[in-house]
């Protein structure tokens, strides 16, 4: 079963590999611009707390205590994405999952509904630490809509927009290890790979990770466009253990009802993208290992903004959805060169 | 006779269950001491004898129907007996230095310490 460690939903698999260990946790972001520009990453600005919903069962629905997991606090139409780490037996060597996930039950790679286990054509799982975040919906090859927060029952989510109902909302994950033998015989050959060398060499996932820092259910709704790619499995469908996976869902919940039932004070409202950019703070772009990139969700593709519903319900303009300045944007992954900066609490959440 | 040290803890636990029962007799005549008896698979007189401490706690199985017939946590309930569950015995016994280590290492740390190191993040219906 997965733990709950600092904020961090961390799965371990003792059974395939001691050291085995992949977590995520949710950090919290800049809402980018929802218009019909496609913008570059914004940086993790903290992560959302996380609690167990039996630790505050009394204030909570019992929908929301039947179906488990975590709660997590969001403002409306605060932002995230998923952060992932992956670790291994040894540096360098890190323990490879399929990661599924969901928002209102509607896959956030192909925008199919919820099913148990993994599947290909079209693939419906991304795999860590090759794709080593989540940002939001794939609309389309490249590009994903921001997983930003919206009430569920107000039309805007992507779950609402895809099934007509507002059942779910929150967030469902689903982590499956590689089988026993298959993770072995990667094993091996990594090791006869840093024989050879006879060095340590460093792997995609280190090289990215610094992107890292620098009672309403909520439901996520589909908001600005940014460059993102989703990235093929390379391994085969047979070699996930789907026998060992585990799943969480993650329950949403408006950040000014936080207090009232945990007794917590919510994290303060992070700033938005236009006072983010005054500040001449950094954007970031990902470069994969010359990696192909995975089409949009089909289902996904014709999803409304919540920039284009809010216009559609009241007519007006959605506020703070200008286009902003964002300069040239930090390279990260494999081909980055030099010290990544690091984001901070402090620079925002005083 | 000079009361040995099992015996005065067999005492508190009997008077611990005599008080469940008799809070729920108080709005509850079914909590008479015959019929919680009966439902837990004891005789009456036993039950008795062990309320009073007169005998040692009873055994697992028992135990864990009397803490579902009193509303009494069932690892609560095994520990006031001066035991612990068959699972979490083999589970102990499995790894016997590993948990040793961690029993000792936590044994002084705040309850809200504890869970957050080793809590599961249960799943639900959905």
Redesign the interface.
Known sequence: ??????DR?VFRFPQIEQDACFSIDFQRTLRIPDTQRTYSLPPGLGTFPLR???DHADNLPPQT??????ILPMWQAEAMWLSFRNEGPEWGLQFPVAVKVAAG?INAVTGEGWRSGLHREPQDYVVSPEQPWLDGFAVEKGVIRQFVAMPLGDGYSVEEQLTGEAE?GGL?ILVVPLKTRVWQAKRRAWEEQRKRRGEHGSTLMEEASIRFMACESMGLAAGGRMRQSIYPDPFTIEDWDIAAA????ITLLHARDWKGITGEAAPNEPPNAKDYSSMDLPWFDYYGKDQAALPGGAALGGIKSVANLFQGMTGAKLPNSGDVETGAPKALGPGAQGPRPVRTLGLWDE | MQRTKTDAAGAAFGEHIRKLRERRLGSDPSFSLRQVAARCGVTAAYLSRVERGEVAPPGEATLLRLADELGEDPDVMLALAGKISTDLRSTILARPQLFAELIRAIKTMPDNAV????????????
């Open positions: 079963m997965p733990t709950l460690e600092n939903l167990h919903v039996e205590t039947s179906r488990g997991g975590v039950k779910w469902q585990e799943r969480v869902f | 869970l957050r190191i080793v809590r599961d993040v249960r799943d639900g219906n959905w």
